[in-house]
């Protein structure tokens, strides 16, 4: 299974991005796809998830509110819509795929199964 995003790049404070991973191919073992986030120096962090068979979701409280993950069945391919960009905000954004990412609302990157090569987001003030 592979993972390509796209849709990064840089915005202001306020703006809205939305970033697309198509996934290559998909199978029961890999129900759950999500983005993940690394700013330099941090760790790598859960942002939001989406399991395939129901389309139920959930975020970190960081972007709850502001960003929503849905996905697009016929193509393959998981969004991630970006909106009321903040600073912190700012990270390399990767594409995520597992069976889950731990119990729900968990964001465990040792269950991960296939990463993306991620995307760069930049949000200025």
């Known amino acids: 299974v592979h993972l390509v995003e796209s849709g990064g790049g840089s915005a202001q404070a306020g703006g809205s991005l939305r970033l697309s991973c198509v996934v290559s191919?998909?199978?029961?073992?890999?129900?759950?796809l999500g983005w993940f986030r690394q700013a330099p120096g941090k760790e790598r962090e859960g942002v939001a998830a989406?399991?395939?068979?129901?389309?139920?979701?959930y975020y970190a409280d960081a972007v709850k509110g502001r960003f929503t993950i849905s996905e697009d069945n016929a193509n393959n391919t998981v969004y991630l819509q970006m909106n009321s960009l903040k600073p912190e905000d700012t990270a390399m954004y990767y594409c995520a795929a597992a069976g889950s990412f731990g119990r729900r609302g968990e964001f465990n990157t040792n269950w991960v199964l296939e990463w993306g090569q991620g995307t760069q987001v930049t949000v200025s003030s």
């Open positions: 191919e998909y199978n029961t073992r890999r129900n759950c």
């Open positions: 989406i399991f395939r068979h129901d389309d139920t979701t």
